[in-house]
Nanobody
Framework: QERLVESGGGLVQPGGSLRLSCAASGFSYMDNYVIGWFRQAPGKEREGISCVSSYDRSTYYADSVKGRFTISRDIAQNTVNLQMDSLRPEDPAVYFC??????????????????????WGRGTQVTVSS
């Protein structure tokens, strides 16, 4: 059974940094998949912010985080990390990672659409406050 677990959330001051991790388990070594990071603030829709392919490492970023966030894969640890720098007051949310199984590459902004994803983690809270 495929499973995703997020970690690394917490409280940070504006301008600070956090590193989120998404640990994957139960995936077949033959699976190709895209891992996406999403966030949802209270009263708002779930927003796709970044994604990476397990096959060709293609990536994509939403405009809201481009230049501030960096997504990466750690093959040895079987994790996908999201380095978040220059955090802003508008960044607080619950951050989720998700997997779209069977996709070989990232097709631009399509990877930011939540309905394409098959497996979801439970999320980790990020708070930005002085």
């Amino acid at each position: 059974q495929e499973r995703l677990v997020e970690s690394g959330g917490g409280l940070v001051q504006p301008g600070g940094s956090l590193r989120l991790s998404c640990a994957a388990s139960g995936f077949s070594y033959m699976d190709n998949y895209v891992i996406g990071w999403f966030r949802q603030a209270p009263g708002k829709e779930r927003e796709g912010i970044s994604c990476v392919s397990s096959y060709d490492r293609s990536t994509y970023y939403a405009d809201s985080v481009k230049g501030r966030f960096t997504i990466s894969r750690d093959i040895a640890q079987n994790t996908v990390n999201l380095q978040m720098d220059s955090l802003r007051p508008e960044d607080p949310a619950v951050y989720f990672c998700a997997a779209e199984i069977g996709r070989h590459t990232v097709h631009g902004s399509l990877c930011l659409i939540p309905t394409y994803y098959d497996v979801w983690g439970r999320g980790t809270q990020v708070t930005v406050s002085s």
